[in-house]
């Protein structure tokens, strides 16, 4: 036994294993951990007697639900866009923005200039906001580098995020974000110069979980996605994609031919696109932060991703251009007030399939032999956390068995 091993009581848990919309609910419950993994789950009254003997925590009849899960975030970025935020308002569109040198470029220009150490320090200025609100594991994505060094420099970081904090990090290669300006009218050559190259480097320092692009008629076509996506296959990367955010050029429906863990944005999705997913099981990421942000009107088909059965996740896309969004809690309501998903979905959306957007599977539920990332709240039903806006119920976070 070790001093993390104990046995939480007192409590209603909202565990997430079950698909249907009763958020996997137990009342009056207990949870065991051993070893830092969930040893047993279920009604108190049923908790076995080997078990009376470990050390005991009372939770005062408050909501347990596994860590919360940022799927898609940019939370490794120099500098900000606030001048930026401010032309979109006087006008501006975010085409406009990016065509002018703006936009994500701009963004390259100040993250090549930071250290890793800067990289760093800001980016964990940001993690502790949403350590806050009971995260327990994030992804974090390349992609203002648009160089070797850079790009490397962003994934180093990403894996520092984990020595410095207890949280858990799964980064993602975006090299195919956008054509830095040195490649500009050059978007093939950048691809096979710098993008796929640098793709290979990353892999071979253990840099690399997953491979994202975006395709976007501002950005990168399917065919050129598909040059990097073939070599991320070839080096067992999964794969994910900014897909239909600003227009329907078939990202979706790529994505679903190499069976992406997730297509992402996806505003502009069809319904033929939404059965592709359907079929080769990839989780539709709904994030808000933009669509808000950017002040679109073309909501992501919310209805069609039901009627098919596609699973969704929540995301903050926390970035310094589209999504200057830091709060998980917020994005929760966000998905509920501008896109009508329940409250229910969405937080389902941060858990169980934040996860499998993610390719994890011993996270975002609560069940016997999950790991013990769990988030205890003060609330009294789970549908508070999409509820309030500005208000943070988090009570203690519990990491891998650890308070």
């Not at 005991?56 to 975030?73: M, S």
């Not at 990353?202 to 008629?217: I, K, Q, Y």
């Not at 699973?311 to 969004?325: E, F, K, Q, V």
């Amino acid at each position: 036994m070790t001093q993390d091993d104990k046995v939480f009581f007192n409590l209603n848990v909202a565990t997430m294993d079950k698909s249907d919309a009763t958020y996997g609910w137990i009342e009056n419950a207990a949870i065991t951990m051993v070893g830092g993994v969930i040893e047993w789950l279920g009604p108190i009254a049923e908790l076995p007697a080997a078990h009376e003997t470990l050390p005991k925590t009372d939770l005062g009849g408050r909501v347990v639900t596994p860590g919360l899960i940022d799927c898609h975030t940019h939370i490794v970025h120099g500098g900000d866009r606030a001048v930026e935020f401010e032309m979109r308002l006087n006008g501006a569109s975010y085409e406009e923005v990016a065509r002018a040198g703006g936009g994500i470029v701009s963004t390259v220009k100040a993250t090549r200039g930071a250290t890793e150490d800067q990289l760093l320090a800001d980016a964990l200025r940001r993690v502790d906001v949403l350590i806050g609100e009971g995260v327990t594991c994030i992804e974090v994505k390349s992609g203002y580098g648009l160089d070797l060094e850079t790009e490397l420099r962003m994934l180093r970081v990403a894996r520092a995020i984990m020595a410095n904090r207890a949280i858990r990090v799964k980064t993602t290669f975006l090299g195919a974000h956008a054509t830095p300006s040195e490649y500009t009218g050059r978007d093939d050559a950048y691809i096979d110069d710098v993008c796929i190259p640098t793709l290979r480097a990353a892999h071979a320092e253990g840099l690399v979980d997953a491979v994202d692009g975006f395709c976007e008629g501002i950005a990168f076509q399917p065919a050129q996605i598909s040059r990097v996506f073939d070599v991320a296959r070839e080096l067992d990367l999964p794969v994910k994609l900014h897909a239909e955010q600003l227009s329907n050029i078939g990202g979706a429906k790529l994505a679903a031919q190499y069976g992406a863990l997730s297509a992402d944005h996806i505003e502009y999705l069809d319904e033929d696109g939404v059965k592709a997913m359907k079929d080769a099981g990839t989780i539709a990421v709904i994030l808000p932060g933009a669509f808000y942000t950017l002040r679109e009107k073309q909501a992501p088909p919310i209805a069609l991703l039901r009627k098919h059965g596609v699973p969704m996740a929540l995301a903050t896309d926390i970035n310094p251009g589209s999504s200057p969004l830091n709060s998980l809690l917020l994005t929760l309501n966000m998905g509920c007030t501008l896109f009508r998903m329940t409250p229910e979905e969405s937080l389902r959306g941060v858990t169980q399939n934040a996860a499998r957007a993610l390719g994890l599977s011993d996270v975002g539920t609560l069940a016997v032999g999950m790991r013990a990332d769990m988030a205890v709240w003060d609330i009294k039903h789970p549908a508070e956390l999409s509820y309030r806006i500005g208000f943070n119920p988090l009570h203690s976070r519990i990491f891998g068995g650890t308070s």
